[in-house]
């Protein structure tokens, strides 16, 4: 069965930074893109980044590139999220997700629904 459990979420003040952290478990993580999303109170849940294991390429929302910085480590089967710079917008649950496909990062950032495995999220708040 796959799981994904998500920690490192928190309270944080602008200009700050929090590492989110993904374990999974129950697949074969080399053969899956692993992503990251967020959903504020009363908006659509939106990528925020996706790794794919395949061969580690790393795909951002525009509204986190240069800020925010994914990475996984296969030994531990952990996914996590640098989130540097954090901004007030940048509140929200943030949910990992995995999906068979070792490939395919820059699709999957853009399409949550065809995600296959979700954890449960993280809350992140961002105060001024």
């Known amino acids: 069965e796959v799981q994904l459990v998500e920690s490192g979420g928190g309270l944080v003040q602008a200009g700050g930074s929090l590492r989110l952290s993904c374990a999974a478990s129950?697949?074969?993580?080399?053969?899956?893109?692993i992503c990251w999303f967020r959903q504020a109170p009363g908006k659509e849940r939106e990528g925020v980044s996706c790794?794919?294991?395949?061969?580690?390429?790393?795909y951002y929302a525009d509204s986190v590139s240069g800020r925010f910085t994914i990475s996984s480590d296969r030994a531990k089967l952990s996914v996590y999220l640098q989130m540097n710079s954090l901004k007030l917008e940048d509140t929200a649950a943030y949910y990992c997700?995995?999906?068979?496909?070792?490939?395919?990062?820059?699709?999957?950032?853009?399409?949550?629904?065809?995600?296959?495995?979700w954890g449960k999220g993280t809350l992140v708040t961002v105060s001024s």
């Open positions: 997700a995995a999906v068979g496909d070792a490939f395919g990062g820059y699709y999957y950032l853009r399409a949550p629904g065809d995600m296959t495995a």
């Open positions: 790794i794919s294991n395949g061969d580690n390429s790393r």
């Open positions: 129950g697949f074969s993580f080399d053969d899956y893109t």
